[in-house]
């Protein structure tokens, strides 16, 4: 077993590496567009038939490398996954600040205000297995959690979700936007920052709004294929 602090070395540099093929998709894409505009704008100029091979020849152009990108999305997030749920199973026993925050809550018990949950909780923000813990001091007191509900997750489950969100956009059902999303809400629930302040800045910067998935996202809608559906 891999020990905690390499794990967390190897899920940046994961999320990074998705980061990366969510750049490539989005940089092919954004060709295909460009050239099927290209293309449109000379039926005036070119018969049909001419028209309809360059339209071809780019769908599977865009196909192919789409493919070829989340062939190799689909292994980083293996990787990902076993990576996530080994570090989210070791717990840190030798932590003091773990093992104060856990005599505080058997201490004060209910004394404990929200504030005081949420500013226990802020010392571990990328510690799901210390979450875990702490959550379950406070469940055994009946103390509120502070929002531990909102950022304790199950990484398989999460893992899984990303796997069908990446089978959709190889299928044409789902933009690589909205992807690259549901990975930055993962790397962010990890604690993850990257330049600029923001998960995956690159691709949420500039989205296509011509995708219907992008516009619906801008209008705050959910997306087309809910999480599990």
Known sequence: MATKEYNKLLVRDLFFKLGQIVDKSNAAQNAYR???AELEAQRNTYLPEHIQKGQDEANSELKVKT?????DCQI???KLGSALI????QFDLGNPALTNALKLIEISGKNLSYANVAG???QFPDDQASMRQLQTALKARDIIDGGLDK???NAGEAIDTLKQYASWVVAGKESTFIFGVQVGKIAKLENIDFPQGEP???FVGKPSMDDPSVARAAAGLPPIHPAGK
């Open 67 to 71: 493919q070829a990108l989340f062939q």
């Open 200 to 202: 995956f800045p690159s």
């Open 120 to 122: 226990i909780i802020a």
């Open 86 to 89: 080994e570090m989210h199973s």
């Open 34 to 36: 460009s050239r099927m």
């Open 151 to 153: 950022l304790i997750y």
């Open 76 to 78: 980083q997030l293996d």
